[in-house]
């Protein structure tokens, strides 16, 4: 069985840094993408950023200032995050996917919490 487990979460204060970490066990193939999502309270899952072997996309409030890699041989995938702003406070998703017989199939993790006190 599959499983993404986050980590690197919490508190951070109006312009700092975090690093979130993204494992991903029980896998018996390579992804085609992973990366993150996040939600806010009383908003929509929105893409931060999903990186493959071809190209990599941001969420347009988070270009410029996150970054997302991933060491494939190892099933995990990095969020590094600057000049963090209150906006970014929510909850953050790993997402793993996977072409197969015709259709994508992703993962989810658990979510780490990130919160950017003003």
């Known amino acids: 069985q599959v499983q993404l487990v986050e980590s690197g979460g919490g508190l951070v204060q109006f312009g700092g840094s975090l690093r979130l970490s993204c494992v991903a066990s029980g896998v018996t193939f390579s992804f085609d993408k992973m990366g993150w999502y996040r939600q806010a309270p009383g908003n929509e899952r929105e893409l931060v950023a999903i990186?493959?072997?071809?190209?990599?996309k941001y969420g347009d409030t988070v270009k410029g200032r996150f970054t997302v890699s991933r060491d494939s041989a190892k099933n995990t995938v990095y969020l590094q995050m600057n000049s963090l702003k209150a906006e970014d406070t929510a909850v953050y998703y790993c997402i793993a996917g996977k072409f197969s017989d015709g259709r994508y199939w992703p993962y989810w993790g658990q979510g780490t919490q990130v919160t950017v006190s003003s």
């Open positions: 990186i493959s072997s071809i190209d990599t």
